[in-house]
């Protein structure tokens, strides 16, 4: 059966014409990152082993550079490699919804890199570290521009498969090979499936531009109706592993544990932003038509996703080895439930409900990473990062403990952490705006159970050390920790200002969810 339409216009030969403009502007971002990962695996080729912290300072230069890059772009009208034919029709768009994932994928990039700096200059190979590192950033950041089912494929693999690799860096380390290979095979089995999914929409379509597809899937015809409806629900599974939506979630903890502490954190943010950014291309402009298929199933795997992942949160033991990182985990895995709401309510409402994805997103991320960052100054002299561990950090490391404190008290939803209950309110009211009172429900219930662990480590912090004696001499001076790494100190000093400047201003992410981004 032909398909029935095309992305081209057939000449007097024959031959389709497939050419397209192209605006380096525009491309800019991905494209540097791209550049700089390419330079940086030459250059370690020549650079001396006493100066490979060269190729860092290089990575974080490259990814500074491409966040840079996204300031001309501010208006959100500019679209590349467009039809010939049909200028309306792009394969890459900078609109509102693209520059505002790629400031969060470069931006936590850039916040991972300052996180390794240390780590590279004496556990992990560092030019294949930071090549690994920016093609994934340059692959996250090309995906939300992408506008065809071709460049998003793409661009997931692009930033799927280094990941693998950098989970598995650390050599001689079993527990890191076996993360690496549960998180190849899981994430492998799942492309395969959306790739079925993709084909099975252009058989039906003839076509793979998003807004195409839209055009073409309101008229199907009665034949293909259960091929379409069965490539829109394989299309939705790759996209669902990355934001590590239950039942697709099972790789989340492990991974982490096995994967450097750095990687954990760009998985949980990046990785993540990854998953959402390609849910929302493919469900709210290819996909609008079949809503009454992709809307209930992503309802329910938000409930299921928040619920899972808290309860299992809530049962982590504060004295078991890693105990830390697998909190971090389970809570990402939570916090994809709250991220994957409004994208649900989108399939019930005439409104643009992804902007309350986007802020949360963008919340979640500042804090998050911040909360890595934290983690990794602990595990300096804690390496199996128990919670039990954080316990007495304020006498230690008191803006430390603050800082941490505050982080947990975000994702919590409570204040001073302004910005983390704002956000959650607005996802809250998309699911109430949609009718989905029952996913409200789950949502608060959700919310009130995430309360306790968060608290509970957060009351750990400023606990009296264990061992300390109960009374001090006034003249004994108080114990000093090591001082921590100024890469380290600088990650956890930007997110810190971000996260209290967000809270004191909210609007600047809260006003995604009143403007339109496509």
Same mark, same amino acid.
């Given at each position: ?36 990962? %390419? ?5 370690? %080729? ?9 190729? @860092? ?9 491409? %966040? ?6 501010? &208006? ?12 309306? +029709? ?29 780590? +590279? ?17 340059? &692959? ?21 498969? !280094?990941?693998?690799? %950098?989970?598995? *860096?650390?050599?001689?380390?079993? *527990? ?27 058989? +039906? ?24 409806? +069965? ?24 991974? =982490?544990? @096995? ?28 996909? !609008? ?70 802020? =949360? ?30 316990? &007495? ?41 949609? &009718? ?16 306790? =662990? ?33 890469? *380290? ?30």
């Amino acid at each position: 059966m032909a398909p029935s339409g095309t992305d081209g216009v057939t000449g007097a030969s024959g031959i389709v014409n497939l050419v397209q403009s192209v605006d380096w502007v525009t491309i800019a971002p991905p494209t540097i990152t791209a550049a700089v990962a %390419l330079i940086i695996l030459v250059a370690d %080729l020549f650079v001396p082993q006493k100066h490979k912290n060269l190729l @860092g300072i290089g990575a974080v230069t490259g990814l500074a550079a491409a %966040l840079l890059a996204l300031v001309p772009l501010n &208006g959100g009208d500019r679209s590349t490699f467009c039809l010939t034919t049909d200028t309306d +029709t792009c394969s890459y768009t900078a609109d509102h919804f693209a520059l505002a994932i790629q400031l969060l994928v470069l931006g936590g990039a850039l916040l991972t890199a300052l996180l390794s700096l240390q780590d +590279t200059r004496r556990k992990l190979p560092a030019g294949e570290y930071w090549f690994l590192l920016l093609s994934s950033a340059a &692959g996250a950041a090309l995906l939300p521009a992408s506008r065809d089912l071709a460049t998003l494929v793409v661009a997931l693999e692009v930033a799927s498969l !280094p990941a693998f690799a %950098l989970v598995g *860096l650390r050599r001689g380390d079993r *527990l890191s090979s076996e993360a690496a290979l549960k998180f190849f095979l899981s994430s492998v089995t799942a492309t395969a499936v959306t790739l079925l999914g993709v084909s099975f929409v252009y058989a +039906t379509t003839g076509t793979l531009h998003l807004t195409r597809i839209a055009a073409e899937l309101d008229g199907v015809p009665g034949q293909l109706d259960t091929l379409a409806k +069965t490539g829109v629900a394989l299309t939705l599974i790759g996209f669902a592993f990355k934001t590590a939506a239950v039942p697709f979630h099972f790789w989340v903890p492990d991974t =982490y544990v @096995g994967a450097p502490l750095p990687v954990a954190a760009f998985l949980s943010v990046v990785g993540k932003a990854v998953g959402f950014s390609g849910l929302v291309l493919v469900t709210v402009i290819a996909f !609008p038509a079949y809503a009454d298929v992709w809307g209930p199933a992503i309802a329910v795997l938000a409930a299921l996703t928040m619920t899972a992942g808290n309860v299992a949160a809530l049962r982590q033991s504060a004295t078991r080895a890693w105990s830390a990182v697998r909190l971090l985990a389970w809570s990402s895995v939570a916090q994809a439930g709250y991220i994957l709401v409004p994208i649900a309510a989108a399939a019930y409402t005439s409104e643009d409900q992804i902007g309350s994805t986007v802020a =949360y997103a963008l919340m979640y991320a500042v804090v998050n990473l911040g909360a890595f960052a934290v983690a990794a100054i602990v595990a300096r002299t804690h390496p199996a990062n128990r919670i039990a561990d954080y316990r &007495g950090l304020y006498a230690e490391r008191p803006l430390t403990a603050l800082t941490m404190g505050f982080f947990l008290i975000c994702l919590a939803g409570l204040p001073p952490g302004i910005i983390g209950l704002f956000a959650k309110v607005t996802v809250f009211s998309s699911a109430v705006d949609a &009718g989905l009172g029952w996913l409200a429900v789950v949502m608060a219930v959700n919310v009130v159970i995430a309360l306790y =662990y968060y608290l509970r480590w957060t009351a750990i912090l400023f606990r009296a050390p264990e061992g300390a004696a109960d009374t001090v001499a006034e003249t004994a001076a108080p114990a000093r920790a090591p001082a921590a790494p100024a890469p *380290l100190v600088a990650a956890l000093s930007l997110t810190a200002v971000a996260g209290v400047v967000l809270s004191g201003y909210p609007e600047l992410v809260l006003r995604f969810v009143t403007t339109s981004l496509f």
